[in-house]
């Protein structure tokens, strides 16, 4: 079964940098578009970034551009999110999801899959 | 302000209909976008209910339908059930922002 494993969330401080990493298993990675979408505490549903299934195309939402890089390793089944210069506004649960296969036009399609989740608190 | 906009509630009692709008514009569901349609059940990730506008997964019971007219999508619920209570987002993508567009999310108290 499609199974994603989100890791590296955690407290860290305004200015600094975190990886995030989501595991993938269960389907061909390399042959799916990966997404990373984000939801602040009691907030709704916000897509940050989304790369093609082989890492050639990259898209994002306005509000990371420049600071936040999507990136996978099709050889370690392993999709991740760069985060530098982190903010407040950065606080909240990041999920990896699956989106469309290759073929398919990354920004069209549904998330069919969600992982669990990892909690990203930008505080000092 | 999500350029896709839900009612921020809805409520209905158990074995009613209720229905969720989505609203965009002609950058998004008027330019005939796919509106895709997700679920998030309290302390969980969000689940795919419905995409292609009006497709169900496997997993999704017949109680749940979309459908797509003009600039604006529904979700609608038959025989509400309390399982049912959750938040529920519409999702399309948008060419003036060249990006993925989530609605605010309506949130659906079974009474």
């Known amino acids: 079964q499609v199974q994603l494993v989100e890791s590296g969330g955690g407290v860290v401080q305004p200015g600094r940098s975190l990886r995030l990493s989501c595991a993938a298993s269960g389907f061909t990675f390399s042959n799916y578009a990966m997404h990373w979408v984000r939801q602040a505490p009691g907030k709704g549903l916000e897509w940050v970034a989304v790369i093609s299934y082989d890492g050639s195309n990259k898209y994002y939402a306005d509000s990371v551009k420049g600071r936040l890089t999507i990136s996978r390793d099709n050889s370690k089944n392993t999709l991740y999110l760069q985060m530098n210069s982190l903010t407040t506004e950065d606080t909240a649960v990041y999920y990896c999801a699956r989106g469309p296969p290759m073929g398919f036009g990354e920004l069209l399609y549904s998330f069919d899959y969600w992982g669990q989740g990892t909690l990203v608190t930008v505080s000092s | 302000q999500s350029v896709l906009t839900q009612p921020p509630s809805v409520s209905g009692a158990p074995g009613q209909r209720v229905t969720i709008s989505c609203t965009g514009s002609?950058?998004?569901?008027?330019?005939?976008?796919?509106v895709h349609w997700y679920q998030q059940l309290p302390g969980t990730a969000p689940k795919l209910l419905i995409y292609?506008?009006?497709n169900r997964p496997s997993w999704v019971p017949d109680r749940f339908s979309g459908s797509k007219s003009g600039t604006s999508a529904t979700l609608a619920i038959t025989g509400l059930q309390a399982e049912d209570e959750a938040n529920y987002y519409c999702q399309s993508y948008d060419s003036s922002l060249s990006g993925v567009l989530f609605g605010g999310g309506t949130e659906l108290t079974v009474l």
């Open positions: 002609s950058s998004n569901i008027g330019a005939r976008y796919d």
């Open positions: 292609g506008n009006s």
